[in-house]
């Protein structure tokens, strides 16, 4: 039976009401209906342009079955660092707002603050690279609020329904205070992730700085002196100044370092490794219960855009070559099957020379097939997603439909 027909024969009458919301996500663990997951491609014509197609999309998944009539609605989006220029272009995050507005609600772009150091660590620094990246009121049509505050420290103990690594999660007060939550993702790769997309932007991203703590806390990097070649790659990476040289090898001081892996992606040599073999997957697993507590009985509704899929987050200072040539745009309901469908798509799709996987291959590393492993290889991407599914966030299980 599917879970609508279950719904009709039961006569609820409000789907948006939370009790019904809760026994959908209980219901999907055990029936496993797949969800709706509608894409469309980058391909234009003289009569729109790709906000248009953006906005065309979205209408087509269902965003106008949520009521936003006076609502203030959060668009969770990732702002750039400083010297990365694959992040979202501001005419999307426009694209979005405009749309929520003609159907009557209030959008605000927000983002929360990093763990470590940089242009985004407090609201003051976050608020200036966003404006220089072009996110401000007068381009994006709403106003740019941090959802955790001057600090990160402005933050909400949410519940995390049928959650095994954390029964509360610490999210940013503007993002829970929100009527409706929308997320607008990159999709891309992830040095300790495999990929970033939905989960990733909502998990971590929404995650207050003690959050992303309570996720990036199940193991610390140490250094392979062997193999370590002295470049202080990582050390320019790190956030926590936690990495040292000493006989000209690198050194990392566990009481410093927070765990958040940015080291792992920067050394071009390997020389640094976690040793605790389950962080990715506890990582992975925490990020899929973050976002259940950010999305769990609201209404929500999730984008992601599948373009300049450089192998490592747009929280670094740079961004690497695209490991694929860009896909196109999806938009769901269910944050799971969207990024289930999104990586199928890139899984499929033609390699590029000249990237950190065809580097690896030259290195004489072993290619897997898969586009997430041979980039990072010691990543575990799928775990999220099993994870989520296992807890009620939303299915793997999908059926694309293309909008053209």
Request: hydrophobic letters at 35%; glycine letters at 8%.
């Amino acid at each position: 039976m599917k879970i609508q027909d279950f719904f009709n024969r039961m006569n609820f009458k409000d789907a948006g009401d939370t009790t019904v919301l809760e026994i959908r996500s209980i219901l999907r663990m055990y029936i496993m209906e797949p969800s709706k997951v509608f894409f469309t491609d980058f391909r234009t014509t003289k009569d729109g342009g790709l906000t248009e197609k953006l906005k065309k999309l979205c209408r087509k998944a269902g965003i106008a079955n949520i009521d936003f009539e006076n609502k203030l609605t959060a668009i969770k989006m990732h702002f750039g660092e400083d010297g990365n220029l694959s992040f979202l272009r501001p005419e999307y995050a426009r694209a979005v707002a405009d749309l929520v507005k003609e159907l009557g609600g209030k959008p605000f772009l927000t983002d929360c603050n990093t763990l470590y150091p940089g242009c985004r660590k407090n609201a003051v620094d976050h608020l200036d690279i966003a404006a220089r990246h072009g996110f401000l009121q007068i381009t994006t049509g709403c106003p740019v609020i941090i959802g955790d505050g001057l600090k990160g420290t402005d933050e909400v103990d949410v519940p995390v329904r049928n959650g095994e690594y954390c029964k509360t999660a610490h999210i940013g007060r503007a993002i829970m205070d929100a009527d409706v939550f929308i997320s607008l993702s990159h999709f891309k790769g992830h040095e300790a992730t495999g990929f970033g997309g939905t989960c990733k932007n909502i998990g971590m991203g929404c995650g207050s700085r003690a959050g992303k703590m309570d996720q990036h806390n199940s193991g610390k990097p140490v250094v392979n002196q062997d193999a370590c070649r002295g470049c202080k790659m990582c050390a320019k990476e790190c956030g926590s100044d936690a990495i040292s040289f000493d006989s000209k090898k690198a050194f990392i001081n566990q009481d410093l370092c927070k765990g958040c892996g940015r080291c792992i992606g920067a050394c071009n040599f390997d020389a640094i490794y976690n040793p605790n073999s389950s962080a990715n997957e506890d990582l992975d697993r925490k990020m899929a219960e973050y976002t259940m507590a950010v999305c769990d009985g609201r209404p929500c509704f999730h984008i992601n855009m599948i373009l300049d899929v450089s192998p490592w987050c747009d929280c670094h200072a740079f961004n690497d070559a695209p490991l694929i040539p860009n896909i196109g745009m999806a938009a769901s309901f269910d944050p799971v099957a969207l990024d289930q469908a999104c990586s199928d798509m890139c899984q499929k799709a033609a390699r590029f020379q000249n990237t950190r996987i065809t580097d690896h291959s030259a290195k004489g590393i072993k290619m897997t097939g898969d586009l997430w492993k041979d980039s990072t290889r010691d990543s575990v991407w799928d775990e999220t997603l099993i994870h989520a599914q296992k807890i009620g966030l939303g299915t793997r299980e999908y059926v694309l439909e293309t909008v053209n």
